[in-house]
């Protein structure tokens, strides 16, 4: 079966600092992995995702992530943050042949002035 | 740019009462998936539909949720009756493919659902 763990439930910087959210993974086949993030009252919005080939993947919004099997993790990076980063953000987990995404717990993140 | 619809954004009903929320997916997607969102945590599947036929719906509470897309477009979740434990945000989400290959799943904004 597939799992995921969000490290940290509640992740605070500075505006213009870095953004780390930690993830980790469970996975009996190749994963892939997903970021997505949720505004209040708002459904989730993809950030990057992870299925095969080059493990640094960027997405929207200055994001980026690295898939390190070795570490079964993903953890999202983001070099300087902006008040508008402030929100959920979940991991996902899934493969070739599950539709169903497997979220972590989710990470909210809170960025200070 | 396409979105998956959903209504009503929020719900509030009494305990016991019966409740249902609409999800129309992306044109041309072919799998539909419910998820329910506990605050504080992350989305669970609760049903995934191939066109009109039911994939997985193993997490569905089956007692009391029902859930379905007649024409392969789209979907209705139903509780009844509803309980204090039912609160949540319904998310419905959609991708194109499914059945064996993987697909980007987009979702909608979510019905809020309050049980009193």
């Known amino acids: 079966a597939q799992s995921v763990t969000q490290l940290g439930s509640h992740v605070s910087v500075s505006e213009g600092a870095l953004v780390l959210l930690r993830c980790n993974y469970s996975?009996?086949?190749?994963?892939?992995l997903f970021w997505y993030v949720q505004y209040p009252n708002q459904g989730l919005q993809l950030l990057l995702k992870?299925?095969?080939?080059?493990?640094l993947v960027k997405g929207i919004n200055g994001f980026e992530a690295e898939f390190k099997k070795s570490e079964t993790s993903f953890h999202l990076t983001k070099p300087s943050a902006h008040m508008s980063d402030a929100a959920e953000y979940f991991c996902?987990?899934?493969?070739?042949?599950?539709?169903?995404?497997?979220f972590g717990q989710g990470t909210t993140l809170q960025v200070k002035p | 740019e396409a979105e998956v619809a959903q209504s009503p954004r929020y719900k509030i009903t009494e305990k016991s009462q019966a409740v249902a929320f609409w999800c129309d997916p992306i044109?041309?997607?072919?799998?539909l998936y419910w998820y329910r969102q506990i605050l504080g945590q992350g989305p669970e599947l609760l049903v995934q539909?191939?066109?009109?036929?039911?994939?997985?719906d193993s997490q569905l509470p089956k007692d009391r949720f029902s859930a379905e897309r007649l024409k392969g477009v789209d979907s209705t979740l139903k509780i009844q009756p509803a309980e204090l434990g039912d609160s949540a945000m319904y998310l419905c989400?959609?991708?194109?493919?499914?059945?064996?290959?993987?697909?980007?799943?987009?979702f909608g904004a979510g019905t809020r659902l309050s049980v009193l």
């Open positions: 989400a959609s991708s194109r493919s499914g059945g064996g290959s993987f697909d980007i799943q987009y």
């Open positions: 996975s009996s086949v190749p994963p892939y």
């Open positions: 992870y299925t095969t080939g080059a493990t």
């Open positions: 996902a987990v899934s493969d070739l042949y599950e539709g169903k995404l497997i």
């Open positions: 044109s041309g997607h072919a799998t």
């Open positions: 539909f191939q066109d009109e036929s039911v994939v997985d």
